[in-house]
């Protein structure tokens, strides 16, 4: 893994009395272990991959509690896994990103949902909202509705998300609902602390087990009739459960303030912001101490009738900040005060804007425009107002001062073995026309930004070769698939190639193998190689797709530029019919490097020979055109100023981050583009044989003129 | 108490540099002070080159003094509401300052001058590079106080991590309530390559302290070598003053390129400009820019040139020494060669080089026939080859290549004659064009392409009168950089139509 938690998960032994400090992955994860969890599982993606990471490296003291552990092949598996609460008093959780992940697991989600469960059940979503987000901007918020499961929205501080997940599973059972914990991207990287208590050891885990299986109960199945029975159960005893739950343990809070004519609503996650923004405007101070009263929702689904209800009485107006669209929140909160028959007005979008992250920025524009059209008694609007305005006019000005900044979107990095697919099919294309290019989720995604700008379409995880079913029968050229091994694993394998041999499809398929789920922190996968610390059984895609029947396949280095841009232009023109699979072969280089630089350390130590490798441009050949890092897009092959007096045009260079992969070397040639590169070696503890060539080849090059190390020194 | 408010910290950093190490090593010293502390990040990306920030707020009062009450710490900084902005990079400081975050009431910003270019800005087939000049300015306009200096260049001089040499710069800069004592306890409590860290740390602390304000050195330039030959003298008394620095180098470059001869064919050429500049008063700029371009173009890049650089001493002794640091260990250099066609029949006189290049045509093996090899520099059989090749200047003269490049320079120089009687600008255009020519293969093909493209259809058509002269400049500037904007050459079609499309309309829009 790229990150490794060993030394941080040493907090999670920590017990009464001891004050954890962490991050807040890591705090979820304490949380777990002290709210007596049977079984955990998940599957990668940002925000939350590092909840797994965690959970793998803290596998030892999970064994110790009998927790059992599975990284899940896909969300559908994670969410799944849930079932095991669904007739056994057992806590589980299970993790992933939202909302991508949620709609894979949403099958599943409706049949744990509709039965309900006796242990508690806890799905963490990884919100990937806003800033820094990866995927389409949607909320996870429609899931909790339409399956009818609680979703919990914690402030964002250490105390707040524990309380909230220890409270989770107590609501859970309370009302025999799983509920889904959401944590947005900036939360759960959150440092800070909380008093700590002792882990607990479940009532039935991995070491006390259950003697056996609970009566056969059809009640207890997502099977027609008692589906009826159940969506009746879910509105008119879990909901009324759930909301008596919420009130009774005080899950969400009330700030009080004097300006009591109107209010707020908040949701739990956003509480921080909104504090800050309103002590910026003059309104509350640092410590949280309001002069607005505010309802601060923690959890967002369901809403408590009579909280919303008590909140609201006697004030002219409140606003709800709701990040996100729909308004789910803000329609049941008028809803609610319309049923009750009270007149306060709602103010949400509007004020707020309907989409995008609410930052400090906007939130200070939002608050300010809300008390400019409700004018409470005892607050100065102008000084308010005029506050807004002119942090907005600033950053209008430095922006247009500068002008526009080049983006620095993220790109493969040095050395990556997918670059040269993309520099491979970019040739192909040269002289073959271009291609549908159907692109799919993962690190080679970032073939989408400059210098590739290639891909037509993304329609989600391991879904490239699907998407481009009813392209290939509708176009002269056949489309080209691009997938990750991850993404094969995930999906692909059955909604892409089973699909595709099964209606006779015509396509290619590009699949890196790379070994692991790189894009989100190089977790393993199923044909990850097996063996060292790797839990992987090292299943092979290739036997995989041979044993599916999948005829046209080749296995090519991904280096190799030249020979990967001919078997690219085989499969396009090749007569034969059916799916053509091209199996991208090179490790991910993070990895690699990983292992590589502490093996090379480790041989140069012990006095063995190393061959050190690294490539280079002469700055004086170098006639600064770029079509070489048009190709490549190396982060390691960048420019510099011309070192020639009479051109100004900047030359390609290389810098010292090279880690000697040779995709410059490779393109430079396998495009003609010239003589520029070249490969630099040097041999640490040379044998003597290396010596005496070198030595020969010295003497004689120096005697017809050329460089000779000991004639320069 | 109640004016009290967090320090808010914004770190601008670049994957790979450590601007998770560097927080934590923050947020570690200001909790062992007993500060409330909290930090948090995008990352995700940052592993992959992207730009990302790492945020900090620190409360200045211990936490044992605050009884029950805590702060409220933001997750993410506000426009106005930022103390201290670190940037790693230059680009990426003037990102937080177009994001609103420094501002001239509160905000200390310390800036890196170093570039890390953007793709952008690499892939331009001129100069994409964006303004550097402009970023330092709003550096320094923007903050309250500012400080840069070129981070890359102290972290490694010192041997260290950009992490620790930001630590450093802030420690230093007197905003945060932590003495560097402490920050240095926590680098040793942290235990991992504790020396050089503490290194990184101190270079920082000691540029911020004593002001040590710099942005690195300049690249050097590389002249060619001085000369004892008379040409070179000749330059000083037949050309302008403000062309003669350009014009020696020029001299210099194409003695060592071919000899003697050739230096005296481009000082005629010069002279010959020269005259037409006085005569319509261009002061000499017009002999500037010719010198500049022409010398260029004699010293075209053919096979003898590159056999020369890659065999130069020069060039073997920076290549172990500075880049592989061989000290006295094998090494070995291998270089990337793959000529076609026109390469191989460069050196040829037409008369053989032409039916070669038919028959070529015929056949198809332009783009096609390629003679790939990788050549090991430092073996006998491979230093042998470039020296042989090396060896045929002599030939250079009578070969096809140079033929034709001497052809395209006259033709090049007689425009910029006519285009100077009309205007200076006009004509500055046109000298201009000739750095679309470079490159080699299909990228020298595609230039040239270029270059005759909007000769045929701007440069002579505004001879010809077609275009009014205050328009003719504009015209062929535009065409230029349309041509520099895409290799496919898509935005110079366009370019051209809008250009066809403004020629035959001067009356008609009346």
């Not at chain 1, 209010?263 to 101070?285: K, P, Y």
């Not at chain 2, 903050?143 to 040499?165: H, I, N, W, Y």
């Not at chain 2, 060619?224 to 008379?230: D, M, N, Q, R």
Request: aromatic share 6%; hydrophobic share 40%.
């Amino acid at each position: 893994m790229e990150r490794s938690f060993k030394k941080e998960v040493q907090a999670l032994r920590l017990g009464n009395g001891d004050t954890f400090r962490g991050e807040g992955i890591l705090a979820v994860t304490k949380a777990l272990l002290q709210s007596g969890v049977s079984y955990v599982g998940g599957y990668q993606g940002a925000p939350v991959s590092h909840l797994l990471d965690v959970l793998v490296d803290a596998e030892d003291i999970l064994r110790e509690l009998g927790v059992h552990l599975e990284t899940c092949t896909n969300e559908a598996s994670a969410a799944a896994m849930l079932g095991a609460s669904i007739n056994y008093p057992l806590r589980g959780a299970v993790t992933w990103k939202s909302i991508v992940g949620t709609n894979v697991a949403a099958d599943a989600l409706s049949n744990l949902a509709s039965p309900g469960v006796v242990g508690g059940a806890m799905i963490i979503l990884g919100e990937d909202y806003g800033e820094g987000a990866s995927v389409i901007q949607e909320r996870s918020y429609a899931y909790a509705l339409k399956s009818t499961i609680w979703l919990l929205d914690p402030r964002p501080d250490l105390p707040s998300i524990v309380r909230t997940v220890e409270k989770g599973f107590e609501l859970s059972e309370a009302s025999h609902t799983p509920v889904m914990l959401e944590l947005r991207i900036r939360a759960c990287h959150v440092t800070g602390e909380f008093p700590a208590k002792d882990n607990r050891r479940a009532q039935y885990s991995g070491v006390s087990r259950i003697p056996g299986p609970v009566r056969f109960e059809y009640g207890r199945l997502a099977h027609p009739p008692v589906t009826f029975l159940q969506e009746r159960l879910k509105t008119e005893e879990r909901l009324p459960a759930a909301c008596a739950f919420i009130r009774d343990h005080r899950l969400n809070e009330f700030i009080d303030g004097d300006v009591r004519e109107i209010g707020i609503i908040v949701m739990g996650g956003l509480t921080n912001s909104v504090l800050r923004a309103l002590e910026r405007l003059g309104l509350a101070d640092i410590f949280g101490v309001s002069r607005i009263p505010i309802l601060v929702l923690n959890v967002v689904y369901p809403l408590v009738p009579e909280e919303i209800r008590a909140f609201c009485t006697g004030k002219r107006a409140v606003l709800v900040v709701e990040e996100g669209y729909p308004d789910y929140i803000e329609q049941t909160v008028n809803v609610e005060l319309r049923r009750a028959g009270l007149s306060t007005r709602v103010y949400g979008k509007g004020p707020l804007p309907k989409t995008g992250e609410y930052t400090s920025e906007v939130l200070l524009h939002g608050l300010a425009a809300y008390l400019q059209t409700t004018r409470p008694t005892g607050v100065d609007i102008d000084a308010i107002a005029a506050k807004a305005r002119a942090v907005t006019a600033r950053k209008t000005d430095v922006s247009a001062a500068l002008g526009g900044l080049p983006p620095r979107p993220p790109t493969f990095c040095t050395g990556c073995p997918e670059r040269p697919v993309f520099s491979a099919l970019k040739l192909m294309q040269r002289e073959v026309g271009p291609t549908h290019i159907s692109a799919d989720i993962g690190c080679h995604s970032f073939a989408t930004f400059a210098p590739f700008s290639m891909g037509n379409s993304i329609l989600g995880y391991g879904m490239s070769l699907a998407s481009a079913a009813a392209v290939g029968p509708n176009m002269d050229r056949r489309p080209i698939a691009v997938m990750g091994d991850g993404g094969f694993w995930h999906n692909g394998l059955i909604t892409g190639v089973a699909s595709s041999l099964f209606n006779k499809g015509d396509g290619i398929l590009v699949i890196m193998q790379n070994g692991y789920a790189s894009a989100t922190g190089q977790q393993y996968i199923p044909s990850s190689a097996a063996g060292g610390d790797s839990r992987a059984p090292g299943m092979s895609i290739e036997q995989t797709l041979r044993a599916m029947g999948v005829k046209w396949l080749r296995t090519v280095r991904s280096y190799s530029v030249a020979r990967m841009a001919a078997a690219l232009k085989a499969a396009m023109k090749t007569a034969e019919r059916g799916l053509k699979v091209i199996i991208a072969d090179g490790e991910c280089q993070l990895a690699r490097q990983r292992r590589v630089r502490a093996e090379e350390l480790e041989k140069l130590k012990r006095g063995e020979r190393v061959k050190r490798v690294r490539y280079g441009i002469d700055d004086d050949i170098c006639t600064g055109d770029h079509s070489c890092i048009r190709l490549s897009g190396c982060p390691s092959l960048t420019v510099k100023p011309s070192p020639d007096p009479l051109r100004t045009d900047p030359v390609a260079t290389v810098v010292d981050s090279c880690v000697g992969c040779g995709l410059c070397g490779e393109v430079a040639h396998a495009a003609v583009l010239c003589p520029s590169f070249y490969r630099a070696e040097v041999v640490r503890n040379p044998h003597w044989t290396d010596r005496a060539i070198f030595h020969i080849r010295q003497r004689v090059i120096g005697w017809l003129g050329g460089y000779n190390v000991k004639a320069a020194a | 108490m109640d004016n009290l408010r967090p320090i808010n910290l914004l770190i601008a950093a670049l994957g790979g540099e450590g601007g998770g190490v560097l927080t934590e090593w923050i947020v570690a010293a200001a909790s062992e002070m007993g500060f409330p502390v909290q930090s948090t990040s995008i990352p995700g990306v940052a592993q992959r080159t992207g730009a990302t920030t790492y945020y900090i707020e620190i409360f200045p009062q211990k936490t044992d003094l605050l009884g029950d009450k805590r702060p409220v710490m933001a997750l993410a900084p506000g426009i106005g509401d930022v103390d201290i902005v670190i940037a790693s990079e230059l680009l990426e400081a003037g990102r937080v300052i177009t994001n609103g975050f420094v501002t001239p009431d509160r905000t200390v910003m310390i800036a890196s001058t170093s570039r890390l270019y953007t793709m952008d800005e690499k892939i331009a087939m001129g100069d994409g590079r964006f303004d550097q000049e402009k970023l330092i300015e709003a550096v320094r306009r923007n903050a309250k106080e500012a400080f840069l200096v070129d981070m890359d260049t102290l972290t490694r001089r010192s041997g260290s991590m950009p992490s620790a040499v930001m630590l450093g710069l802030i420690a230093g800069c007197g905003r945060l309530p932590i003495t560097a004592e402490r920050f240095e306890s926590v680098i040793r409590a942290d235990g991992k390559a504790t020396d050089a860290n503490l290194r990184g740390f101190r270079a920082g602390l000691e540029a911020v302290q004593a002001r040590r304000e710099w942005t690195g050195e300049p690249t050097p330039k590389k002249f060619a070598p001085k000369t004892s030959e008379l040409v070179e003298h000749e330059v000083t008394y037949t050309l302008p003053l403000v062309a003669q620095e350009i014009a020696i180098e020029g001299v210099r470059r194409l003695i060592a390129y071919q000899g003697v001869g050739y230096a005296q064919l481009y000082l005629s050429r010069l002279r010959a400009i020269n005259d037409v500049d006085q005569t319509v008063g261009g002061q000499g700029k017009l002999v500037c820019d010719v010198a500049r371009q022409l010398a260029v173009r004699m010293s075209f890049e053919d096979v003898v040139r590159v056999a020369e650089v890659k065999i130069s001493r020069e060039r073997l002794r920076r290549i172990a020494q500075d880049e592989l640091r061989a000290n006295g260990e094998p090494f070995s250099v291998h270089d990337f060669l793959k000529p076609g066609i026109e390469e191989l029949t460069q050196l040829l006189p037409p008369i053989i080089a032409r039916p070669i290049l038919w028959l070529a045509e015929r056949w198809e093996w332009f783009g096609r026939i390629h003679f790939g090899m990788k050549i090991n520099v430092t073996s006998i059989s491979g230093y042998l080859r470039f020296l042989v090749l090396a060896k045929l200047k002599w030939l250079r003269p009578y070969g096809i290549r140079y033929q034709q490049e001497q052809e395209q320079i006259e033709s090049w120089l007689d425009l910029v004659k006519k285009a100077a009687l009309i205007s200076i600008d006009f004509a500055h255009e046109v000298i201009e064009c000739a750095r679309l020519i470079k490159g080699y293969g299909d990228t020298h093909a595609r230039g040239l392409a270029n270059y005759r493209l909007i000769e045929t259809r701007v440069i002579r058509p505004a001879l010809a009168g077609g275009l009014p002269p205050a328009k003719a400049a504009d015209a062929v500037a535009s065409a230029r950089t349309a041509a520099l904007k895409d290799p496919e050459g898509e935005s110079l079609a366009k370019c051209l139509a809008e250009i066809d499309a403004r020629v035959p309309l001067p009356a008609a829009a009346e």
